[in-house]
């Protein structure tokens, strides 16, 4: 039997024929790299090579690695298999990776999101035999709001807890949700804040993307600049020391959990917005059909229900194992991005294996 | 609300005066619309303050007759079920065009079936106008349609109804609000609403009205002279003795007695009637009509603090029987035959119409004796709390050693001469629990937990060693015990090494340990252990420990003690496992 372009390996997703592997979880020589969050993009690969949106992203994260930037439907030949990285929708920068082998199409999409979000490139269907797709909101209760929708309720909320004195606190991962909130925060409500993580990452992506201005929240900044402010916080700054000079203040979330009532409130938030950059149980349906493909491969998110309804309406669907976490349920699996929040030092490009292993068997590794 | 400076008073002119607080509806909504953000409001707080503000702010907006229904509705006067579940999941699929199995998985996620199925459905396509109370109406008379009725009523209002108002309707057809709202909040917030009393409104919430029939002036506003009479005291509750005990000071300026494990409760007689109070101050009368003969025997002018037990054939029962009793609003005739209630009296509050708080705890237990002695019928529901004097803090131990045998839960130790104070007040009673029984048990199996615990793995079943250590065998199943931040690692670690799936459960590869704590164990032939534990909870999680290194079967029933009534097949100790 032939093996398949596209295998899952302890290290990640496999083509033998080029000997590169798709946002690998293990260290190794040659890494296609769908986006900048943390699953996606790890440590310790001798080269990267992602679109050119991503390069800034994960040199700033990853500090100084062998990058190399394509641009969106350009062709990248490595030993006779033709790659090319196509908008994912799911943050800036992300990217679905075509492979293309003997006349043989795969797609894998990373995250993904059909709804247009202002600042990542349109997501955009590509034709092929065999979609490698997530499904972090594979079931039939996630539907999404339209953003503008969401981000008027927000603009409210936060006009809301101005005229009450407080300070808004909004939870978004550093990279990704909180550029897409902010884009469509509406500045004339009040000032808009930032704890550092994030702030440094959008600097990171203020070269490309339009947004209204930002304040460092720093030990300096006087108690009296919360007031009526909104600040745009990681999740693991909820309940921190940092976090307390803001009072008087009201927190809410914007996730796609939040579409649960149990999520929202074991998390003991305020509000929960419902906005996500996954896609929806709507959108995943009509983007599988619109690829074209026969052959379905669900890696991350409820996998086996998602795939077994695709079984049942005809597809030839599977699961595979990876790492990827998509969108977590109690939002901290980005928090590496913010070294403050935690001081783990980056694996080394000689990292020792054994450590990383645990590191990714361990209990904690949503939280990584 | 974070400012927790704001007074009772001054919260309640707020709720009047400027109706503009956060989360409050600034639309001017009616009907079904307004109950749907109110319960949406309760639903995304956690505090009190802001609750009970939204209802009062409810209060103060809703018609007359809505009102009468969200009174019902919070004080589990519901009426009937009209259509079974089975029925709405299947058409709620059909509906959303998936697969019945589909459904059901994603209920098993969701945690919670109105949400579910206000989830899946398609988005509304008009919107309804209707008030709370025509939709009960209609619901009441849904009962008794045809099953093709039904369903065209349910497809009808889903289309006409956005996501929360679909969510909160069918939350009134499948029961069973969980909004954090008690009764006693209920009537906080009236009383803010309306300005009467909260005791006075306690009271004329209670019994058996009808939303119906009753009018809103009829069952809130209406004066009636014998709400005066329902009256409770305080209750005075005790601080837990948490290092050593000797450091109370003299053992002989105290009395000690059982702490028994039923209801706290306060029973007045007064103007030939009896009120029964319970700790969380809702008057419960109506729930122990076995009380009531007791106003034959007790003169006017009497209050009793003591605990609700259930007792049959001259024994105790255990707090689980009580709780088969717990939040039912009528009590079957079955139920009164096999979970009879005494009074368990321990002090004195008034007696002969004069408060006693102030006299000292040893004469009115001197007082509490003697009425209970002139009481000459046979067989009342009523008993006393035996007090015992020790010569030392050591013999006083013994006897807390016994407390499993005597069905209580420790001691309570109260200084001879303390008045009845209010509330929870330092240094003059203490409560001296026994220590739990535990036990290093292997997780075997995990379902995901409901409200806010939905989709994360919480409810956990334990197993301990055969004799040859060859298979674990479930003891216990318990839900408590562990940080969130703990229950999301375990959480993790059960999405990553999960061996089966039944349904909602997994069977999950036996690697972590943990101690599980109870209070009280007996045989019992409904197990598959052979042994039935009370209040199982986790103690702590053993990471320090491997699986080989958990205790046996036989290590538990070792702790079976050999003689007393703990020896007995005990019928109800453990929730049923599935």
């Known amino acids: 039997m032939k093996k398949p372009l596209l295998e899952f390996t302890d290290k990640g997703i496999y083509c033998a024929p080029a000997r590169v592997y798709l946002d690998p979880w293990k260290p190794v020589d040659k890494a296609l790299i769908t986006h900048g969050h943390a699953d996606h993009s790890r440590w310790g690969h001798k080269q990267y090579i992602t679109h050119e949106s991503n390069v800034p992203i994960i040199s700033h994260r990853l500090g100084d690695i062998n990058v190399s930037g394509v641009r969106f439907r350009e062709s990248v030949h490595i030993n006779n298999v033709k790659f090319s990285f196509h908008p994912a929708g799911h943050i800036p920068g992300s990217s679905q990776i075509r492979v293309e082998h003997k006349g043989e199409v795969w797609v894998f999409t990373g995250d993904y999101k059909t709804e247009v979000d202002g600042i990542s490139e349109p997501y955009e269907p590509i034709k092929c035999d065999t979609f490698i797709t997530e499904c972090t909101f594979g079931l039939p209760a996630f539907k999404w709001t339209p953003q503008a929708e969401v981000m008027d309720d927000i603009n409210t909320w936060w006009a809301q807890n101005k005229a009450e004195g407080k300070c808004s606190v909004l939870f978004a991962y550093s990279l990704g949700k909180a550029q897409r909130l902010l884009k469509h925060l509406d500045p004339s409500i009040g000032k808009i804040m930032t704890h550092g993580a994030i702030e440094k990452m959008t600097e990171v992506l203020r070269p490309m993307i339009d947004m209204p201005a930002t304040e460092l929240i720093t030990r300096d900044t006087p108690k009296a600049a919360f007031k009526g402010s909104l600040v745009l916080a990681p999740p693991a700054t909820h309940g921190s020391a940092w976090i307390r000079k803001m009072v008087p203040y009201v927190t809410a979330s914007a996730s796609g959990w939040m579409a649960f009532r149990g999520a929202r409130r074991r998390r003991a938030i305020d509000k929960g917005f419902v906005m996500s950059d996954h896609c929806d149980w709507p959108s995943l349906l009509e983007s599988i059909e619109a690829t074209g493909a026969e052959k379905i491969i669900c890696t991350h998110g409820y996998t086996d229900i998602f795939s077994k309804y695709l079984r049942s309406i005809g597809y030839d669907a599977r699961t595979e194992e990876t790492q990827y976490e998509g969108e977590t349920i109690d939002d901290r699996n980005k928090a590496e991005e913010d070294p403050e929040l935690n001081p783990t030092p980056a694996l080394s490009e000689g990292g020792s294996k054994k450590e990383d292993d645990e590191q990714a068997q361990s209990l904690t590794s949503t939280e990584i | ?491 993790a670690w059960i999405k990553k090494n999960t061996l089966e799936r039944f349904g909602p459960v997994r069977s999950v590869t036996a690697h972590h340990v943990f101690e599980i704590a109870f209070e009280g164990i007996a045989l019992s032939k409904r197990h598959k252990s052979g042994i039935a534990t009370r209040f199982p909870r986790i103690l702590r999680w053993r990471q320090d420990k491997k699986i080989e290194e958990a205790n046996t079967l036989e290590d538990l029933k070792a702790m079976i003690p050999s003689n007393g009534a703990e020896g007995q097949v005990v019928k109800e100790s453990l929730p049923p496992t599935k």
């Open chain 2, 1 to 491: 609300m974070k400012d927790k400076t704001l007074t009772k008073s001054s919260l309640k002119q707020e709720t009047k005066v400027t109706q503009e607080a956060q989360n409050l509806p600034q639309e001017n909504l009616g009907g079904m619309k307004l109950f749907a953000a109110l319960i949406k409001t309760l639903d995304s707080t956690n505090k009190t303050n802001e609750k009970v503000k939204a209802l009062a702010h409810y209060f103060t907006q809703a018609a007359d007759k809505d009102k009468v229904w969200t009174i019902a509705i919070l004080s589990h006067r519901r009426p009937p079920r009209p259509v079974n579940t089975t029925l709405m999941r299947e058409w709620a699929s059909e509906l959303a065009n998936i697969p019945l199995w589909l459904f059901e998985e994603s209920y098993h996620i969701v945690g919670d079936l109105a949400e579910t199925i206000a989830l899946v459905i398609p988005a509304a396509t008009a919107s309804s106008e209707k008030s709370l109370t025509e939709f009960l109406e209609e619901m009441i008379a849904l009962k008794r349609k045809s099953e093709e009725k039904k369903k065209e009523y349910l497809f009808n209002n889903w289309a006409n109804l956005n996501y929360y108002e679909r969510f909160v309707f069918t939350k009134l057809i499948t029961g069973g609000f969980r909004i954090g709202v008690s009764q006693k909040l209920m009537t906080r917030a009236l009383s803010q609403a309306t300005d009467i009393e909260e005791d006075v409104l306690a009271y004329k919430l209670m019994g058996d009205w009808k939303p119906q029939t009753i009018s809103f002036h009829d069952l809130v506003i209406e004066e009636d002279a014998s709400q005066q009479f329902s009256r409770p005291y305080p209750f005075y509750l005790a601080y837990a003795v948490e290092e050593d005990v000797t450091a109370l000071g003299d053992v002989t300026d105290f009395l000690a007695e059982h702490k028994w494990d039923g209801i706290r409760s306060q029973t007045i007689f007064r103007n030939g009637e009896i009120f029964i109070w319970s700790r969380g101050e809702e008057l419960v009368t109506d729930k122990y009509p076995e009380l009531e003969i007791l106003k034959e025997h007790i003169p006017d002018g009497t209050v009793i603090d003591g605990e609700l037990l259930p007792f049959y054939e001259g024994q105790i029962g255990t707090f689980n029987d009580l709780q088969t009793r717990i939040g039912r609003k009528t009590v079957s005739k079955k139920m009164l035959k096999e979970v009879p209630v005494i009074i368990k009296a321990y002090d004195i509050l008034e007696w002969e119409g004069k408060d006693l708080r102030e006299t000292a705890f040893a004469k009115r237990r001197t007082i509490l004796e003697s009425l209970y002695s002139n009481i000459t019928a046979k067989g009342l529901p009523i008993g006393i709390s035996e007090t015992m004097e020790f010569d030392s803090w050591q013999e006083m131990a013994g006897e807390r050693d016994r407390s499993r045998e005597m069905r209580s839960e420790g001691l309570m130790i109260k200084r001879k001469d303390s008045p009845y104070r209010v509330g929870r007040k330092k240094g003059d009673w203490w409560k001296w629990k026994v220590d739990p029984l535990t036990i290093d048990a292997v997780l075997t199996y995990a379902m995901r937990g409901h409200g806010r615990r939905s989709n994360l793995f919480t409810d956990y079943t334990f197993g301990l060693w055969n004799e040859d250590k060859s298979e674990l065998v479930t003891f216990a199943k318990a839900y408590s015990g562990l940080t969130d931040a703990e229950f999301r690692k375990v959480d």
